[in-house]
């Protein structure tokens, strides 16, 4: 499974962006696709994920909820990240992933994803 993100930029805080990401492919059973992002210095840190095949399930990381959604066009095997509200300390790198036959209490821990696409900066100046 290749993914190709694509999205991100330089806004303002406050404004808003959207990041998509396209899989080659959806694996069987339970398709996970999520976004996680990484802060100079520091960890990555999960941001959302989505069931794109298998189930519905989403989850959203507490420090965005309310500002960032997550969905899924299911037959482009795509997923977006709609960030509003964007703060300064939303500036990262963020990575589209993907996993197979994950639970959903693992959609948070980036060692359960077996694909990652390249990095997006997004960076929200103050």
């Known amino acids: 499974v290749q993914l190709q993100a694509s999205g991100g930029g330089l806004v303002q805080a406050g404004g808003s962006l959207r990041l998509s990401c396209a899989a080659s492919?959806?694996?069987?059973?339970?398709?996970?696709m999520g976004w996680f992002r990484q802060a100079p210095g520091k960890e990555r840190e999960f941001v959302a994920a989505?069931?794109?095949?298998?189930?519905?399930?989403?989850r959203v990381a507490n420090s965005v909820k309310g500002r960032f959604t997550v969905s899924r066009d299911y037959a482009k095997n795509t997923v977006y990240l709609q960030m509003n509200s964007l703060k300064p300390e939303d500036t990262a790198v963020y990575y589209c992933?993907?996993?197979?036959?994950?639970?959903?209490?693992?959609?948070?821990?980036?060692?359960?994803?077996?694909?990652w696409g390249q990095g997006t900066l997004v960076t929200v100046s103050s």
């Open positions: 492919e959806r694996t069987s059973g339970r398709f996970v």
């Open positions: 989505i069931t794109v095949s298998g189930g519905s399930s989403t």
């Open positions: 992933t993907a996993a197979a036959n994950i639970i959903f209490s693992d959609y948070n821990q980036h060692t359960r994803y077996s694909y």
